[in-house]
């Protein structure tokens, strides 16, 4: 659990951070499919896109509730591939639903009350769309980065 609202409020930040990195790479990766070839991915990416803009909405409100100036997105992102095809497209999507899960993952462990529920919530999602993306199920998804504290 966070130890201040400072610590509460990083978190926050930490995790807005990876969703504007979440918004730019699938801006691209729909940009990058054919609504009339890939019809279903491309819808897949989109509900992505879509999902993951409101999540970034959503911390910047509570970043500001809190009283801080929430983190501004980088002018760009390096994309997880070349993004020149489908697979590649469909690989590029899994990498970031799997990073972002890590993400709101430290998220839950940081935090406590609303702001882990929101955590919880959005670990969820990101687990079943990295199985729309090809994705293994996993026991823990999301914990991959918190080391010991996964197991505690």
């Known amino acids: 659990m966070a130890d201040s609202p400072s610590d509460t409020t990083q978190a926050l930040q930490d995790t807005l951070a ?3 990195a979440a ?3 699938f801006t691209v990766l729909v940009a990058q499919t054919s609504e009339g ?4 991915l491309f819808g897949q990416l989109d509900d992505a896109f879509t999902w993951h803009r409101t999540q970034r909405d959503d911390l910047v409100a509570r970043i500001t509730a809190a009283g801080a100036t929430p983190v501004a ?3 760009s992102y ?3 591939n070349a993004a020149a095809d489908q697979q590649q497209i469909v690989r590029a999507a899994l990498t970031i639903e799997r990073r972002i899960a890590d993400t709101y993952g430290t998220l839950v462990a940081s935090t406590s009350g609303e702001n882990r529920r929101l955590a919880v919530v ?3 999602s990101c687990a079943v769309r990295q199985l729309t ?3 293994r199920p996993e026991t823990w998804p999301g914990t991959s980065g918190l080391g010991a504290k996964a197991s505690d």
């Open 18 to 20: 990876g969703e504007h």
């Open 23 to 25: 918004c730019y790479v």
């Open 37 to 40: 070839a890939q019809p279903t």
């Open 73 to 75: 997105a980088s002018p």
């Open 78 to 80: 390096v994309l997880p």
């Open 122 to 124: 959005a670990m969820q």
């Open 133 to 135: 993306f090809g994705g």
